[in-house]
């Protein structure tokens, strides 16, 4: 190797400076108008504007509430056999429940009635659907 064949690994130019009259016209290339073409430009982040967007009142919470996924106790009984286990899982296998709601709740509504001994786990439950599984024989887990 020979100090000629040495190359620079960072360019040797310096930055163009704009605006300082000279041979670009009455723009000086930065084009017309506009905050791009002042001097001391301070151009504003964009996460700046999405900040500003989003409200700030008191008591304000920024969670994300999702709703769980319904099912009825008529529902239930027709798809399930005496003594199996109701749990998000099982409903998963069976294809009840979409894909993308694995961590999602459920929760079993009232509506309709249940005649088998079912266990559940790991659901919520409205007040007359509880009622109605352990007037039925079920257990809650």
């Given amino acids: 190797m020979q100090l000629h064949d040495i190359k620079y690994f960072s360019q040797n130019k310096t930055k163009k400076r704009v605006?300082?009259?000279?041979?670009?016209?009455?723009f000086s290339g930065r084009g017309v108008k506009g905050q791009k073409s002042r001097s001391g430009r301070k151009l504003r982040p964009e996460w700046r504007d999405v900040l500003k967007r989003l409200p700030k009142r008191r008591g304000y919470k920024f969670k994300a509430q999702t709703k769980p996924v319904v099912f009825n106790l008529y529902q239930i009984?027709?798809?399930?056999?005496?003594?199996?286990?109701?749990?998000?899982?099982?409903?998963?296998?069976?294809?009840l429940l979409p894909a993308?709601?694995?961590?999602?709740?459920?929760?079993?509504?009232?509506?309709?009635?249940i005649n088998k001994k079912l266990s559940f786990k790991n659901l919520k439950f409205s007040q007359s659907a509880e009622e109605k599984i352990k007037k039925a024989g079920g257990t809650i887990i």
Avoid: D, W
């Fill in 100 to 113: 993308k709601i694995r961590k999602g709740e459920v929760k079993i509504l009232g509506e309709g009635e």
């Fill in 19 to 26: 605006g300082r009259g000279g041979k670009h016209g009455t």
């Fill in 77 to 95: 009984s027709s798809l399930f056999k005496e003594n199996e286990i109701v749990s998000p899982e099982a409903l998963l296998k069976k294809g």
